[in-house]
């Protein structure tokens, strides 16, 4: 039995479908039943609870193999992270409590840094907040996700990708969400380890490389547009972001463009993605014209 959190999202939900292919045995940590009725139809056993509540947490990882955990994505954290550092806290005391075999932590690229990062300063923070666990860990820092091109599908239409990469020719760390659950459930289910490891996970891309790829699946030219950064803001706004409090994302871009979420930090391994950004979209364009 595995403990998979955020399995109604996409990592979350990419870890749960390797692990069952794998034959492995579910539980998920989920707020809503209902949210989470497709997995319960899988045959996840379903505990009720969230990051919030460490009690609940400990209840889940009672008895499991290993856990797969991770933080809730905050586009507007406060200034003094909050938000992650709560969570961090349920699950540092829940892992200490009950601690299983072996735990997987989603991270990110350049969370070995200690300031300038933006919205990566929570993974940043949890990376630390775990260094005193007992358990076997891996932290898997994740480059960019494919899947936020998504809004590429209707936007790009004319031909234009607006992206936040500048120069859209620089090529920085991306991945697939399907690669980081391949990649978990690995860690979960094959050889063990003893101590803790990080794995830099992804293959470098640039904005003009998933544009052209954006393209392939529309039929359609398209080229990446460097959103000028006076702009970002207002950008950042439209996407939902509260108004006033969009610096941390684009303090995250900012770090991205200066290079440092790229692989190869000492002291790391690398695990390279099989799934491009081509396959995402297309993917995506099929679930909806289904």
């Known amino acids: 039995m595995f403990l998979v959190t955020g399995i109604t999202g996409k990592v979350g939900g990419a870890t749960a479908e390797h692990l069952l292919a794998h034959g492995k045995d579910i539980r998920a940590l989920v707020r809503n039943r209902e949210k989470a009725a497709y997995w319960a139809d899988q045959g996840v056993e ?12 400990e209840r889940a990882l009672n008895g499991v193999e290993g856990a797969f955990v991770m933080l809730p994505a905050v586009w507007a954290p406060s200034p003094d992270y909050r938000e992650a550092k709560g ?13 299983p075999p072996r735990v997987v932590a989603l991270s990110s690229m350049g969370a070995n840094r200690t300031g300038g990062l933006g919205m990566i300063t929570a993974l940043a923070l949890l990376e630390q907040g775990f260094r005193d ?3 076997p860990l891996a932290f898997v820092r994740a480059g960019g996700f494919f899947e936020n091109f998504l ?32 990649e978990v459930a690995t860690l979960l289910a094959g050889p063990a380890w003893s ?50 409090r969009t610096a941390p994302a684009e303090e995250m871009f900012e770090a991205v463009n200066a290079g440092w ?5 000492e002291g790391t391994e690398h695990v390279t993605g099989t799934t491009s950004a081509r396959d995402v979209f297309a993917a995506a364009r099929k679930t909806v014209t289904a």
Do not use: C, H
């Open 133 to 135: 666990l007992t358990s």
């Open 261 to 265: 979420m790229d692989l190869g930090v």
């Open 87 to 99: 969570v961090i806290a349920n699950y540092a005391e829940a892992l200490t409590k009950a601690p």
């Open 151 to 182: 809004y590429g599908l209707q936007v790009a239409q004319g031909g234009t990708l607006p992206v936040y990469y500048d120069p859209t020719n620089r090529k920085s760390t991306m991945v697939a969400t399907n690669d980081i659950g391949a």
């Open 195 to 244: 101590g803790q490891r990080v794995i830099e996970l992804g293959s470098m891309v640039s904005a003009d490389d998933v544009a052209a790829q954006l393209g392939e699946v529309l039929n359609r030219d398209v080229k990446a547009f460097a959103v000028p950064r006076a702009g970002w803001a207002e950008a950042f706004e439209q996407f939902g972001v509260p108004k006033g």
């Open 46 to 57: 379903l505990v009720d609870g969230d990051w919030n509540d460490a009690a609940a947490i």
